[in-house]
């Protein structure tokens, strides 16, 4: 099978098509070109190719044309458009990965504005604006639930990548984040020179509130924080930096609601041996099965194949 992911969230586009590629599928990645704030599409290079953002929707389109399916990571824009050109002819897949749906400050500020016919074939907005380009070409101004709620209609599936998602999208089927075990492994190391407990304040994240439910509950742990939005460790240390401590500390507030799920690096944090205090406050160890990226892979198969 051909295969084409549009954009990326958190290196799970790239983890898909290396281990599809192992599968015996043609997979690739194509990304707009922007800072790699945490390397990810540096480590990841051999699976994907990069260009300009105002190039970005015409390279889509026209790699699409000689694929079976378009795996879409956010860039709800691209899909539409790639579905007013292929029509019903190219399977096409939306697949959310949290902001993107939740409504976190990526979305916040949308303005519609009239776009000449020279921006519209330059296709920067389908990166920048997509709720602009969507209205554009429908004819009238649309709201964000109305953007969202007609690509759904237009994908042939649509994925979610954690099951609190599903409240959010209608018909969404979960598909578990993979992570890459070739990347992220257990090495020994001694006791005495682990810190005890580690938990990461992101962009995303209400990290005094997540502290205070902590200490709501008496956990006794020595957290250390580590802000990754002004410090990025780029994704090639991370396993190094992670297998530092004992335990990851996975709680998470998002507009002032804890996320009940396991987030992409308390899942790794489990691939390198870590024990990951989750949002109930239980202790886990070992990755889950279903985060395996050959399982993950496998779902996908049978989900590209309906």
């Not at 024990?275 to 399982?295: A, G």
């Amino acid at each position: 099978m051909r295969i084409l992911h549009v954009e990326d969230a958190a290196g799970v586009a790239y983890i898909l098509a290396k281990y599809q590629q192992r599968q015996g599928h043609e997979s690739k990645v194509i990304k707009y070109i922007d800072l790699d704030k945490y390397g990810i599409a540096k480590f990841y290079q051999d699976y994907a190719f990069s260009v300009r953002v105002e190039e970005f929707a015409k390279t889509c389109a026209r790699e699409a044309e000689a694929v079976d399916v378009v795996h879409i990571h956010s860039a709800i824009a691209v899909l539409f458009m790639l579905r007013k050109k292929f029509g019903r002819s190219k399977k096409l897949i939306l697949h959310y990965h949290g902001t993107d749906i939740r409504g976190l400050s990526r979305f916040k500020g949308w303005r519609v504005r009239p776009l000449s016919s020279q921006r519209l074939s330059n296709l920067a907005d389908v990166v920048i604006n997509p709720r602009s380009v969507v209205s554009r070409i429908v004819g009238f101004a649309l709201s964000t639930k109305q953007v969202h709620f007609l690509v759904q209609k237009l994908a042939d599936a649509v994925l979610v990548s954690t099951p609190d998602l599903l409240q959010l999208v209608s018909k969404a089927v979960y598909l578990p984040n993979p992570v890459d075990i070739d990347h992220f492994t257990p090495i020994s190391t001694a006791k005495n020179e682990q810190k005890e407990a580690l938990t990461m304040d992101t962009e995303a994240i209400d990290i005094r509130q997540a502290l205070h439910h902590c200490k709501e509950h008496n956990v006794d742990l020595d957290i250390e924080v580590y802000d990754r939005a002004k410090s990025p460790i780029m994704y090639s240390h991370m396993p190094a930096f992670l297998r530092r401590y004992k335990i990851y500390v996975d709680i998470r507030f998002v507009n002032q609601k804890i996320l009940e799920n396991l987030s992409k690096t308390a899942l790794e944090s489990l691939a390198c041996g870590l024990t990951v205090l989750d949002y109930q406050l239980k202790f886990r160890q070992r990755l889950p099965t279903e985060h395996e990226p050959m399982n993950v892979v496998s779902q996908l198969l049978t989900i590209y194949s309906k």
